[in-house]
């Protein structure tokens, strides 16, 4: 008979601070359930390793990932462990794009991947924790147990669009402060503005994952990764995955990209103005409208990049400051962005809506008919954003 091994480090990376060990977080019961899960034995053996140990599946390093390995005939599987000993938003799901990334990265074939819920008094039951785990089960974690609060709460998205709603629903209290956005650009074209700072970049790797899990050889994904400060990326290891994976175009924000942007045209295409405005604003919502729908709604410039270009008493690099601050724009439908450009509407310094003079009856009804907001709320309405609005304004009066 074969018995199925238990192979776990047993540092965690603070350990020797913090007295606390791997196998004084995970009980014989815990062990047996899950041999008994995964091979139908209730039999094991189990050896904590050192950080020194090292063979085909863990590395000479503390526990990275909180991983177990089982092994079991010819099949090894990779255990997650739940983390709840922090009630931080982003502690209980740092480890798993590490715990993926070793899963993923390694050659061999016959591997599964699981999570383990380990008995906690946490509550795993927040939208933020349980859109998480929606993302694993799309990335291909398997839940070996559910905790009661979180029964049928753990299925798999179906769609790249599933992700984006679901996304939606469970951001709305606190709109401007996601580390990942994904934004529909048309049918099967999609960004994806991944923040790639702190503990950000665990978010934006199961998002990435999961969405490249369900892309269609139809569809084009490009991520966008950007950090204010300086210019992290993600780390090498997700990189790595998400090369694997193929179907992710990656970019990274940088002068040099922006720089191009703007010598090329006056165009909108901004990859930072966008993250700017996704920062300033959240998700895209018109802002004279309420529209959402992503697909036609773009970031409209108040003091326009052509006349940004045309002071050439600006290097370059104020230029770009200007073209891609987030108080020169605001999130706009279609319709308004063209009535805006137009000039048939204004706005003021108070962020009021204003019409042209001599405006037709008809232009008048039909932009009473679009628009839901007439004066922006005065959050919009900074230091910043009314000198962009005067700049504009002043060419309007040649
Ligand atoms: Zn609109």
């Known amino acids: 008979m074969v018995i199925p091994k238990f192979i776990i480090k047993n540092n965690m990376q603070k350990s020797t601070k913090t007295g606390l060990y791997f196998r004084d977080l995970i009980s014989d019961n815990d062990l047996e359930q899950i041999s008994r899960n995964l091979t139908g034995s209730s039999q094991y ?4 390793v050192n950080n020194d140990y090292k063979d085909d599946f863990l590395d000479e390093s503390y526990n990275k990932g909180r ?6 005939k010819s099949k090894v599987y990779y255990i997650c462990f739940s983390d709840f000993s922090n009630a931080g938003r982003n502690s209980a799901v740092q480890s798993v794009p590490t715990a993926y990334n070793m899963f993923y990265l390694n050659k061999f074939v016959d591997k599964e991947l699981v999570f383990y819920f380990l008995p906690s008094s946490g509550n795993n039951a ?10 694993m089960a799309t990335a291909g974690f398997k839940f070996l ?7 049928d709460k753990l299925q798999p998205f179906n769609s790249i669009d599933d992700i984006i709603l679901a996304r939606k629903e ?11 956005y994904i934004l529909k650009n048309n049918n099967h074209n999609y960004d994806i503005y991944g923040k790639t700072y702190g503990a950000n970049k665990y978010e934006t790797s199961l998002i ?4 490249s899990s369900l892309a269609t050889r139809n569809d084009k994904i490009t991520l966008y990764q950007y950090n204010e400060k300086d210019l992290k990326e993600l780390p090498k290891s997700s990189l790595l995955v998400l090369k694997k994976m193929g179907n992710l175009r990656i ?10 942007e703007l010598r090329k045209t ?3 295409r901004s990859p930072r103005f966008n993250a700017r405005l996704l920062d300033r604003f959240g998700d895209k919502k018109c802002v004279l409208c309420g529209c959402e729908i992503n697909e036609i709604i773009q970031g409209a410039h108040i003091w326009p990049v052509s006349e940004i270009k045309k002071r050439k008493d600006l290097s370059i690099t104020e230029q770009l400051e200007f073209a891609t601050d987030g108080e020169n724009g605001l999130w706009m439908c279609q319709n308004h962005h063209k009535l805006f450009d137009s000039h048939i509407i204004r706005l003021t310094e108070n962020g009021q809506l204003k019409y042209m003079d001599q405006i037709p009856e008809a232009y008048k009804s039909y932009i009473n008919s679009v628009t839901t907001i007439f004066c922006l709320p005065p959050k919009i309405v900074t230091r910043d954003f009314r000198h962009y609005i005067r700049l504009r304004n002043s060419l309007l009066q040649d």
Not at 45 to 48: A, I, K, Q, S, Y
Not at 67 to 72: A, D, K, P, V
Not at 126 to 135: I, P
Not at 208 to 211: P, Q
């Open 145 to 151: 147990n559910t905790p009661s609060e979180l029964i």
């Open 45 to 48: 053996t189990v050896e904590f």
């Open 170 to 180: 469970n951001s709305n209290r606190n709109s401007s402060n996601n580390a990942t």
């Open 126 to 135: 927040t939208n933020y924790h349980k859109f998480m785990y929606r993302l």
């Open 208 to 211: 990435c994952y999961a969405v």
């Open 266 to 268: 006056n165009s909108i």
């Open 67 to 72: 991983l177990g390995i089982l092994h079991f």
């Open 251 to 260: 970019i990274n924000i940088d002068d040099e990209l922006e720089k191009q």
